[in-house]
């Protein structure tokens, strides 16, 4: 197998997920698995976090449920993103929830659930803020009585999406909560039964107990990772990621010598050059070119030079000890240190969940549980 591995631990995803059971009980758990578990692997993480206790799954994409379906994983699962009225068929035919916004969208569900006779499974999506898909607040109420009434579609539930909840500053996130408030509020007040009413995302899981309502929705939180720098972090995460790979090649250079495309590092000394089969096709991003860090034998090494599509280099110093076959730790912690997944969203301006979404799947995910691999 190459040595160029994305090492996940699930038993850390249970860990994380038991700490938020403890912070939002009794509210059910719907674990984020959208694109692809944020780079862990949705199938192996979505059956870690059922059995774990989660009762709901979701999803960004009909795809990535029917992914989940085809991969036995039968749990009630929504699917977060917009879709074409085309698309409807697939969500009666695979008992997938879909996220419902618009009157055409209702029509298409509808006749896809007389063909197939099965109903179709909905959450209203309200806009309170955030600007993307979803009912505007104020036609919440109206929008949801007619939805009501369409035969074949059963409301599941009803959400919205904090914009905010991951900054310090608070305000906007309320105004969007009492926003929701008012429109289930109203909607109830209509007589409409509404089985889920979810809001909380990481940042409100941390911070906004107040929008817990029936259901959470952890996503990055459940990998081992707070949303932002703003955040508290009145929840304790293990990352669930070890981007690593080994030594490939190693070689004493003189002074003066350069290194990688575009000359972009000449080495001032006499020193040692080592490269490891890894580069941003991989997800180690090119950015990092003389900026990124990496673990060798509990010590940190410097990117030298540009960030290439299979490979890096790293400047280890005159007589290195490092050897070909060395573990060479890319983010991530060991027991010997760590390489901070916050280092490099500090670095690159940008947040755990890029970061690790950057793993590519040409990365071979190896699972271990409680240490051991599976």
């Known amino acids: 197998m190459r040595p160029t591995v994305a090492v996940v631990d699930l038993s850390a995803i249970r860990f994380n997920l038991e700490q938020i059971f403890r912070k939002v009980k009794p509210a059910c758990v719907m674990a984020v698995v959208k694109a692809d578990a944020y780079g862990h692997g949705m199938p192996e993480v979505a059956r870690t976090a059922l059995e774990a206790g989660a009762g709901y799954l979701a999803v960004a994409l009909v795809e990535e449920g029917i992914a989940l379906r085809e991969a036995g994983i039968e749990a009630p699962a929504l699917v977060f993103g917009g879709f074409f009225p085309e698309q409807a068929p697939f969500f009666v035919r695979y008992n997938l929830e879909a996220t419902l916004y618009s009157l055409e969208n209702a029509a298409a569900l509808a006749e896809a659930a007389k063909r197939l006779q099965k109903p179709a499974k ?8 955030m600007g993307r898909v979803g009912i505007s607040w104020e036609e919440a109420a109206s929008f949801a009585s007619k939805i009501s009434q369409i035969p074949g579609i059963e409301i599941v539930g009803v959400y919205t999406h904090f914009a905010t909840s991951d900054e310090k500053d608070k305000s906007f996130a309320n105004l969007q909560l009492q926003r929701f408030k008012l429109t289930l509020k109203n909607i109830i007040s209509q007589g409409i039964r509404i089985p889920l009413k979810h809001a909380a995302n990481s940042g409100a899981i941390l911070d906004m107990p107040g929008a817990y309502f029936d259901m959470v929705r952890p996503g990055i939180m459940m990998y081992g990772y707070y949303p932002s720098f703003e ?7 293990k990352p669930a990621m070890t981007f690593q790979s080994k030594v490939l090649y190693v070689k004493e250079v003189e002074e003066g010598t350069s290194v990688s495309y575009g000359r972009k590092y000449i080495t001032r000394h006499k020193t040692t050059l080592a490269t490891i089969p890894v580069g941003y096709a991989d997800g180690y991003n090119r950015l990092l070119t003389n900026r990124g860090e990496v673990l060798i034998h509990g010590q940190k090494y410097r990117v030298a030079g540009r ?7 790293i400047d280890a110093g005159p007589g290195a000890s490092v050897r070909v076959g060395d573990d060479v730790v890319l983010f991530g912690r060991t027991a010997r240190g760590e390489v901070s997944v916050y280092d490099i969203c500090r670095k690159l301006n940008t947040t755990p969940y890029e970061v690790t979404c950057w793993v590519s799947n040409r990365v071979p995910r190896v699972y271990e549980n409680q240490n051991k691999a599976i």
């Not at 955040?231 to 995460?237: A, K």
């Open 307 to 313: 960030v290439c599509m299979d490979q890096i280099i």
């Open 122 to 129: 909905v959450h209203i999506k309200i806009d309170t803020g």
């Open 231 to 237: 955040t508290t972090e009145s929840v304790p995460l």
